[in-house]
Structure formats: structure tokens, C-alpha cells
């Protein structure tokens, strides 16, 4: 709410500073106070078309204004701009690549790097395929031969680089400019031209809607409008989590540009066998002090979705503010957690050895079986109880 008052307040001030300023050269003399008349309009004029670029967009971040400012200035200096996401790319990594990518490739010698092979957004790469024919999307080595000197390289969604998706790319190119939303890692990069983080901003594509917005791109098109919604409907866990007014401006915008919520419900459908795996998962839910608490003997390529799925799924238990999925890896036990953030689950996976953060976090024990994790899991549950 403070940023959307003093978006508010930005052209009346300006407003109020031009008229003592124009009644005070009028006293010095005419014909510099019509200079000044003239002068002041024009940059009232400024402040509301500034004002209104945004609209929409709920909070003006200036910081995200002197940005794309700078990101304008990167592009035109540079010969070839590769725009990449993080290591098994997901629909946020993907999705805002090519909004930035759509908004910059009628101007700029842009190129878009995903690793095919390795991605998690299968169903978006394809549909970017089948509904862009011009857009081109290449693998490292596709591209290998075109960095030079002047090449840009434009992160999303990750701001370490030994998760980038392809990390020789970014150890080739010189010029770097980082776009996240993640809580700064210890090793961030620092070798950057431009950044802009915001761990405020609900993903990546949320902060590539404003930057379009912000180049002047009214209407982005029905392609680049679904991919940047789509990222945002995964970041968010369609609109639940880490969601602001911001979210909502982001989504109404890709919205009116015919981004196709449907299409995107498709792009996360899973396979028969991950569903009935997250089911049978669910089903087994025992409850610890409004947490739930699930396991799976199995191990094999559909547990590892499916159990992050069944950790989502409980939270929809009435009265659960956390859940815990356990399942076996090896001869270890993985332990999925997630909250509402009224319970910090870092908090409870850091006691075991974990990490992650308030509302998602996880952990590996070393353990020979599940009874014993689920023992150490419950303690540890309990501990931080008492302890809050
Ligand atoms: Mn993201």
C-alpha cells in the first residue's frame, strides 16, 4: 500500500514544485516565466504518462524503471543477446525466457537457450514450438560458435550460476544481467551489467510482465501472454502462495492479452501413473498437531513428483498448516515438507539436516528405514512446537 500511495503522490508533487516554480520565474520576468510555463507542462505530462504506462501494474518499482533503462542501453551495444533459464527449466524459467525473448527480437539479434533435453516444461517448449514457428529455441551447442566479445547473456529465474542451465555459456560471456526472484544465495553472482532482484515479486515472469510493460509493449500476444501466466500460476501455486496486489496487476495484464488459462491448467497435468501414486500417497495421511504426515515404500522415476504433489495436496486438509511427505532413496529417507508459512517448515527440516525455505523445504536422512525417519521426522515436529 505505501508504494501505491507514493506512486500516487509522484506527479501531484511534481505538480505542486512546478507552480511555485513557474509563480516564481513569472516574478523574475515574462517571457522566462512562459519558458518555465511550458517547461513545468512538459514535465507534469511526463509524470502522468509515466503514471499511466503502469497503470495496472499496481506498485511502480523505480528500481525495476532505472533497470530496464539500463537493460535498453545493454541491448543496443551488444551483438548477440542469449536469454537462459535455470537447470531443469520449469514453467517460470521457461515462460519468462521467452517473454523476454517475444518482447526483444524485433529489435535485437536475440537468441533463446534452453536445455530441451533436461526441462521440466516440456509441455510449454512444445506448445512454444507448435504455436511460434519463428521462434527458434537452441541447445548450447547450437549455439557455441556465436559468442563473442560483445555477447549478452540474460539469466531468468536463478541468480547462481552453478544451477544456470548451461554454465558454460555463462562462463564464455562477458556481459551478464540477472532477472530473479529468489532470497539472495550465499553465492550469488556478482560479475553483473545489470540486476534486478526482487524476492517480493511472486516469479520471474511477474517481473518480465513489468519489464514489457515498462518497454512500451502494450500488447505482447496470445503465445507470450499464456508462457509468462503460466509461470506465474506454477511460482504461485495458482494464485495461493507469495502472491501481492503486483500478482494480480501482472496476471489482468496477460489476461487482457488472451493468456489461456486452460492451456496452462493442460500444461500441468501429469501422467495416470503420478496420479494415482500422489493419490495413494495422500491416502495413507496420518495427522500430528495440525500437521499431516505421509509416506511411500516406493521408489522409482514417478515418486520424486509425485511425492512433491502429495505435499501440496495435503496442506488441502481442513485445519493442516503443514505436511510431510516421506519416501525412500536408497538407503536414505527424503522427507518433502511444505506450510502455509504460519510454520516455518526450514525451520523444522533444519533439525534434520535440511533446508529450503518457510513454505517449502525438504531434508535426506540417513536412515535404514522408514520407521525410524518417521520417528526422528515427529520429534522434530514436536521440538519446534514447543519451542515457537
Ligand atoms: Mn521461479
Known amino acids: 500500500m505505501k508504494s501505491f500511495s507514493l506512486k500516487a503522490l509522484f506527479p501531484i508533487i511534481l505538480c505542486i514544485i512546478c507552480t511555485v516554480f513557474t509563480v516564481y520565474m513569472f516574478t523574475a520576468g515574462t517571457v522566462l516565466g512562459f519558458i518555465a510555463v511550458a517547461f513545468s507542462l512538459c514535465l507534469v505530462l511526463w509524470a502522468f504518462g509515466l503514471y499511466r504506462s503502469v497503470s ?4 511502480v518499482d523505480y528500481k525495476l524503471i532505472r533497470f530496464t533503462k539500463k537493460l535498453k542501453k545493454l541491448l543496443k551495444t551488444s551483438s548477440t543477446v542469449y536469454i537462459m533459464g535455470h537447470k531443469f527449466s520449469d ?3 521457461v515462460g519468462s525466457s521467452y517473454g523476454l525473448y517475444s518482447a526483444l527480437r524485433d529489435k535485437y539479434n536475440v537468441k533463446l537457450v534452453v536445455n530441451k533435453q533436461n526441462t ?10 507448435f504455436s511460434d514457428k519463428d521462434c527458434e529455441i537452441f541447445d548450447y551447442s547450437e549455439i557455441e560458435d556465436t559468442v563473442d566479445e560483445n555477447s549478452l547473456l540474460i539469466v531468468l529465474d536463478t541468480h547462481r550460476n552453478v544451477i544456470m542451465d548451461y554454465q558454460e555459456l555463462y562462463d564464455r560471456v562477458a556481459r551478464l544481467v540477472i532477472i530473479d526472484h529468489h532470497r539472495k544465495a550465499d553465492d550469488f553472482v556478482d560479475r553483473t551489467q545489470a540486476k534486478y532482484m526482487k524476492s517480493s515479486a511472486s516469479s520471474a515472469c511477474e517481473i518480465v510482465t513489468f519489464i514489457i510493460r515498462l518497454m512500451g509493449i502494450r500488447k505482447p500476444g496470445i503465445v507470450a501472454a499464456t508462457a509468462l501466466l503460466s509461470g506465474i500460476m506454477l511460482d504461485t501455486k495458482n494464485f495461493v502462495m507469495n502472491t501481492n496486489a ?6 489482468s495484464f496477460l489476461r487482457q492479452n488472451r493468456a489461456d488459462p486452460v492451456l496452462i491448467k493442460k500444461m500441468f497435468s501429469e501422467s495416470v501413473e ?11 495421511v496420518e495427522l500430528l498437531d495440525n ?5 511411500t515404500e516406493t521408489n522409482d522415476q514417478f515418486t520424486r513428483i509425485a511425492t512433491a504433489q502429495a505435499a501440496d495436496e495435503l496442506l488441502g486438509i481442513n485445519g493442516v498448516v503443514a505436511a510431510f511427505v516421506m519416501c525412500p532413496s536408497d538407503d536414505k529417507v527424503n522427507i518433502s515438507a511444505r506450510s502455509f508459512g504460519d510454520v516455518d517448515v526450514q525451520k523444522i527440516m533444519a533439525r534434520l539436516g535440511g533446508g529450503g525455505h518457510k513454505t517449502v523445504a525438504a531434508c535426506q536422512i540417513s536412515v535404514p528405514d522408514m520407521e525410524r525417519a ?3 521426522l515427529r520429534k522434530a515436529i514436536q521440538e519446534h512446537i514447543k519451542e515457537r
Do not use: Q, W
Request: hydrophobic share 50%.
Open 56 to 59: 495496472g501494474m499496481v506498485n
Open 91 to 93: 514453467l517460470d524459467s
Open 120 to 129: 521440466l516444461a516440456r509441455p510449454l517448449v512444445d506448445f512454444l514450438r
Open 246 to 251: 503486483n500478482t494480480f496487476g501482472a496476471a
Open 274 to 284: 503420478v496420479c494415482k501414486r500422489k493419490y495413494e500417497i495422500v491416502s495413507g
Open 291 to 295: 500437521c499431516a504426515i505421509a509416506r
Open 374 to 376: 518417521d520417528a526422528l
